[in-house]
């Protein structure tokens, strides 16, 4: 393709000011990174192709060898229920984190933060195995939690990745960094592993 390129038949630009060219070590870099090539312009991309010959665009995002300053949490039905904003402008994620076993134990986390995303306090409640333990406790404690916000806005959320050690556990939005070449940053929520974010960061979507 950057022979392509060369003969004008494919025309790579990145998305910005003025949209200019790539250099031929940039276009050599897209190319051989095919793995980032995006067909969804609705999508964080740095640089687009253009297939004069088809009238087609693929956009590209390359990979980031740093982690994230910032992860999005959207907010929906199911696992990120209950994040949203404070009056005050602060932010809140309140979830019920896991260790899985036997000797495993199920908490409710209710993680503040201020409004650039540092977290501000981790309030985390410990109510042993889900084999053994009081689900109505569980339920009043997490119930209980969300009334003490307060007045709250159900919404988007940025925040930092973080991590606190309860009941010699750590918990948060811990980074795991890629494994082998061409691997990808992840933040899983943890303790269980039950969402788990990459780029884009700001797509506010997790896996599960």
Same mark, same amino acid.
């Given at each position: ?41 609705g999508v964080? !991309? ?16 390359? $990979? !980031? ?9 959207? !907010?929906?039905?199911?696992?990120a229920e209950?994040?949203? !904003? ?46 053994? $333990? ?75």
């Open positions: 393709m950057a022979r392509l390129t060369q003969l004008g038949l494919v025309w790579m630009y990145r998305l910005g000011g003025g949209n200019p060219d790539l250099t031929e070590a940039e276009v050599v870099s897209v190319v051989n990174d095919q793995r980032h090539w995006i067909f969804d312009q964080s !991309h740095a640089v687009a192709l253009y297939l004069t010959g088809l009238g087609e665009r693929i956009y590209y995002l390359p $990979m !980031h060898h740093d982690p994230p300053a910032l992860v999005a949490i959207d !907010h929906d039905d199911y696992m209950h994040v949203g !904003h404070l009056p005050d402008g602060r932010q809140f994620f309140l979830t019920t984190p896991f260790v899985s076993g036997d000797d495993g134990a199920e908490f409710v986390a209710l993680y503040v933060f201020d409004r650039v995303g540092t977290l501000t306090d981790a309030m985390i409640d410990a109510f042993g195995p889900r084999a053994s $333990m009081d689900r109505a406790a569980r339920t009043e404690r997490y119930e209980g939690r969300l009334r003490e916000l307060g007045p709250v806005t159900f919404d988007r959320i940025e925040v930092k990745p973080f991590a606190v050690e309860r009941f010699g556990v750590t918990f948060g939005l811990i980074c795991r960094p890629p494994e082998g070449d061409g691997g990808s940053w992840w933040v899983e929520v943890q303790p269980g592993n039950y969402m788990a974010f990459t780029e884009p960061w700001d797509s506010g979507e997790y896996d599960t």
